[in-house]
């Protein structure tokens, strides 16, 4: 990426304090459609591997990286790993289930001749008796009687239906670290080799998985940040200890809704996001956001509310799946939900504060990124301009809310990219330079994004492009 590449301009009124993240699929396979998308206000892409093949989705990014060329505005690519799905396995037939019913599953059973429903994944390696094992996206609920001879028996809790190759949930299965799939390493090696920012891994439950993947990305050679989808019971036991490992979070509430139980959902966006903003890690809030413009151009009052809602709270991200992946209107969500956004930040009627916050010991960077916002504010400054290498530093003062625009200048395009995502950040890429800050806000002054009087405060290091030495704070004013 060229320095031209990341030069956009806008006035600050029209900031998106919450980045818009929008999943690609056969409703937006093309490059017109992309363009569009981030045009609209997508700000990061999600490629779901659970679908699709490595030569589309290199077609994809190729689509991806050239609209935001274009476009002038860096985007972030995520690639969202398929993780240990279970699913259940091939049959023509609809199985109708009862109350009180034992069934049998078994790794490539056949259902025609021997009456045991197949599975795609061998369950006796992991569960035990007295589990919970759902089908079907939760629609069927069951609990496992006895694991023999390579057969799982479980006693049916509900009337239902089941379906070839429908999901199924173990609420209570430990995976014990085994959630990097082979299927996920193929698609990881792939994803070494081309333009990613972030990797979102499923079914975590314990920090052990986070440092396991690092590796992996390590000894592949990338530089990809992990993205930590949060939808198991192990993982919201353990989830302070995940959020200190990840680098960002995502409450994925479709497969949490189902894991844990629907009632606990808001609860643990709310705890998810409380230590995001505690520990520096952006979260994304997603699934069912406007599912209604899956299919409907309008969206539901109550999804209006919980995309203002996720505003509110502070969440760096709201996510769009199927509604940009399949639905009908995939580009007016796009603008529904920038709509939301704008509304619900410029009419911030909550000062929420959460528990766990603490000023106690403030780390150096911290303390620095306090000591700005408070300054900026003391002073009624109209933004924050910061140079940042691998994007610390933006990391942290976003983190720490500061209410007003957040600008980062960086000489890496990997950067830009990745902080596309983060909360009221918007970035910029120039040649490492000690003049890198002020160049860019004289660029944007004279693109009108900044006025005559207005007050910007700058952030910089002694040694530009040099890794944790932001040591120096300047204030600027227009003439």
């Given at each position: 990426m060229t320095t031209s590449t990341s030069e956009r301009s806008a006035p600050l009124s029209r900031f998106k304090r919450t980045k818009i993240i929008a999943t690609l699929g056969p409703a937006t396979d093309s490059y017109d459609a992309i363009r569009l998308l981030i045009s609209d206000g997508a700000d990061g892409i999600r490629l779901n591997f659970s679908h699709g093949s490595h030569e589309e989705r290199t077609k994809q990014i190729k689509w991806i990286r050239r609209a935001s060329k274009e476009l002038k505005k860096p985007v972030a690519i995520i690639q969202d790993l398929q993780g240990p799905k279970i699913r259940l396995g091939e049959f023509d037939d609809i199985i109708p289930v009862q109350t009180g019913q034992t069934l049998r599953l078994a790794y490539?059973?056949?259902?025609?001749?021997?009456?045991?429903?197949?599975?795609?994944?061998?369950?006796?390696?992991?569960?035990?008796?007295?589990?919970?094992?759902?089908?079907?996206?939760?629609?069927?609920?069951?609990?496992?009687?006895?694991?023999?001879?390579?057969?799982?028996?479980?006693?049916?809790?509900?009337?239902?239906?089941?379906?070839?190759?429908?999901?199924?949930?173990?609420?209570?299965t430990d995976f014990a670290g085994d959630v990097i799939t082979e299927k996920d390493k193929a698609d990881l090696a792939y994803g070494s080799t081309q333009d990613i920012d972030y990797v979102a891994m499923s079914f975590?439950?314990?920090?052990?998985?986070?440092?396991?993947?690092?590796?992996?990305?390590?000894?592949?050679?990338?530089?990809?940040?992990?993205?930590?989808k949060l939808e198991t019971k192990l993982a919201i036991d353990n989830l302070e200890e995940i959020m200190q490992a990840t680098d960002l979070a995502m409450v994925a509430r479709g497969d949490m809704a189902v894991e844990v139980s629907p009632e606990v959902v808001p609860v643990a966006q709310r705890r998810i996001i409380?230590?995001?903003?505690?520990?520096?890690?952006?979260?994304?809030?997603?699934?069912?956001?406007?599912?209604?413009?899956?299919?409907?151009?309008?969206?539901?009052?109550?999804?209006?509310?919980?995309?203002?809602?996720?505003?509110?709270?502070?969440?760096?991200?709201?996510?769009?799946?199927?509604?940009t992946a399949m639905g009908k209107y995939p580009h007016h969500a796009v603008r529904m939900m920038k709509r939301i956004i704008m509304y619900a930040q410029s009419h911030d009627i909550l000062d929420v504060t959460f528990k766990g916050q603490s000023d106690k010991h403030p780390s150096r960077q911290v303390a620095i990124s306090r000591g700005v916002i408070s300054l900026s504010h003391s002073i009624h400054a109209k933004a924050i301009v910061a140079e940042t290498k691998t994007g610390a530093t933006v990391y942290t003062i976003a983190s720490e809310r500061p209410g007003m625009p957040l600008i980062a200048v960086t000489d890496s395009a990997r950067t830009a990219q990745q902080l596309a995502i983060v909360y009221d950040v918007g970035s910029y890429v120039r040649p490492v330079s000690k003049s890198a800050a002020h160049e860019l806000t004289d660029f944007l002054r004279q693109n009108q994004v900044f006025e005559k009087g207005d007050v910007v405060v700058m952030v910089s290091g002694q040694h530009p492009g040099v890794v944790g030495t932001t040591d120096t704070i300047k204030v600027r004013q227009f003439e």
């Open positions: 490539n059973a056949n259902w025609v001749e021997d009456g045991i429903i197949p599975t795609q994944y061998d369950l006796t390696k992991k569960v035990k008796r007295g589990e919970r094992l759902y089908m079907f996206d939760g629609r069927v609920r069951t609990k496992i009687t006895n694991v023999r001879d390579g057969i799982v028996y479980v006693e049916v809790q509900n009337d239902g239906v089941l379906l070839k190759r429908k999901g199924i949930n173990l609420p209570d975590i439950q314990t920090a052990t998985d986070i440092e396991n993947m690092r590796k992996t990305i390590k000894n592949l050679g990338g530089d990809r940040k992990i993205i930590a409380s230590f995001g903003l505690q520990y520096g890690k952006p979260t994304i809030v997603a699934t069912q956001m406007l599912a209604s413009m899956t299919e409907t151009p309008e969206p539901s009052r109550a999804e209006v509310s919980d995309v203002a809602t996720a505003v509110y709270l502070g969440a760096d991200c709201v996510m769009l799946s199927d509604e």
